[in-house]
C-alpha cells in the first residue's frame, strides 16, 4: 500500500544550527503536505499546508523565517528548522493526501533535539 | 512493527443514528492509542486518547472509544451523530515512549464518515 516515508527519524543537533526533515511519497503523488509539530503529552498541531510548486499556508502563530517548507515535487516535501533552539525540540510529523484528495497518508514522525 | 487497520475506508449514516468506526492495532507491548479527526481544510484534532486505566474513554464532541486488549481493537462510537460530523477520522498508536518523546506513531488510513440527512 501507499506509504510516506519521513527522514530522518531522530535528529540531535546544536542550538543555531538547521535542520531539514523530507517527506516523501513513495508509490503515488502527493499535491498536497501536511506537517504537525507535537510537544510530548500534547495534542498534533498543524503548522502548514504544502502544495506542490506554490508557498505553504502557514497556520497563525508558526513563523514561517523560521520552518521553511518546500514541496518542490509531487513526491517530496521538506521542512527546514533554521536556526533551531531549545524550544524547537519537538516531535514532527507530516502526512500527504494523494492527487485525487481521497485518501491522507501519515509519516512516522521525526524526533528533533536541539542542545 | 506496530500498524494500524481501519478496515472500512467510507462509512455512510443518516443523522441521528448510532456510529461505530473500527480501529485494529497491532503492538507487541502496552500501546497508547489515540483517535483524531480532520475536517475538510483542517488540521487534526485530538478526540480522545488511552493510556491506562478505564477502558472506555470518554472524549470531546460526543466521541467515546472502548480498548478492547483481547481483540486488539480500539472502536470509536457515537450514540448519535450530527452533521458537523462528517469528516475523516484516524486512528493512531504508539509505544508508551512515544508520548514521552522518543518513539514514532502510527497512523490508520483512515475512515471517511458521510452523515446523510
Known amino acids: 500500500g501507499a506509504v510516506v516515508s519521513q527522514h530522518p527519524s531522530r535528529v540531535i543537533c546544536k542550538s543555531g544550527t538547521s535542520v531539514k526533515i523530507e517527506c516523501r511519497s513513495l508509490?503515488?503523488?502527493?499535491?498536497?503536505m501536511f506537517w504537525y509539530r507535537q510537544f510530548p503529552k500534547q495534542s498534533l498541531m498543524l503548522m502548514a499546508t504544502s502544495n506542490e510548486g506554490s508557498k505553504a499556508t502557514y497556520e497563525q502563530g508558526v513563523e514561517k523565517d523560521k520552518f521553511l517548507i518546500n514541496h518542490a515535487s509531487l513526491t517530496l516535501s521538506t521542512l527546514t528548522v533554521t536556526s533551531a533552539h531549545p524550544e524547537d525540540s519537538s516531535f514532527y510529523i507530516c502526512s500527504a493526501m494523494d492527487r485525487g484528495g481521497n485518501t491522507i497518508y501519515f509519516g512516522e514522525g521525526s524526533w528533533l533535539t536541539v542542545v | 512493527a506496530q500498524s494500524v487497520t481501519q478496515p472500512d475506508i467510507h462509512i455512510t449514516v443518516s443523522e441521528g443514528a448510532s456510529l461505530e468506526l473500527r480501529c485494529n492495532y497491532s503492538?507487541?507491548?502496552?500501546?497508547?492509542l489515540f483517535w483524531y479527526v480532520q475536517s475538510p481544510g483542517q488540521g487534526l484534532q485530538l478526540l480522545l486518547k488511552y493510556f491506562s486505566g478505564d477502558t472506555l474513554v470518554q472524549g470531546i464532541k460526543g466521541f467515546e472509544a472502548e480498548f478492547k486488549r483481547s481483540q486488539s481493537s480500539f472502536n470509536l462510537r457515537k450514540p448519535s451523530v450530527h452533521w458537523s460530523d462528517a469528516a475523516e477520522y484516524f486512528c493512531?498508536?504508539?509505544?508508551?515512549?512515544?508520548?514521552?518523546?522518543?518513539?514514532?506513531?502510527?497512523f490508520g488510513t483512515g475512515t471517511r464518515l458521510t452523515i446523510i440527512p
Open positions: 503492538y507487541g507491548a502496552t500501546p497508547y
Open positions: 493512531a498508536v504508539g509505544a508508551e515512549a512515544y508520548y514521552f518523546g522518543n518513539e514514532k506513531l502510527t
Open positions: 508509490d503515488f503523488q502527493a499535491t498536497t
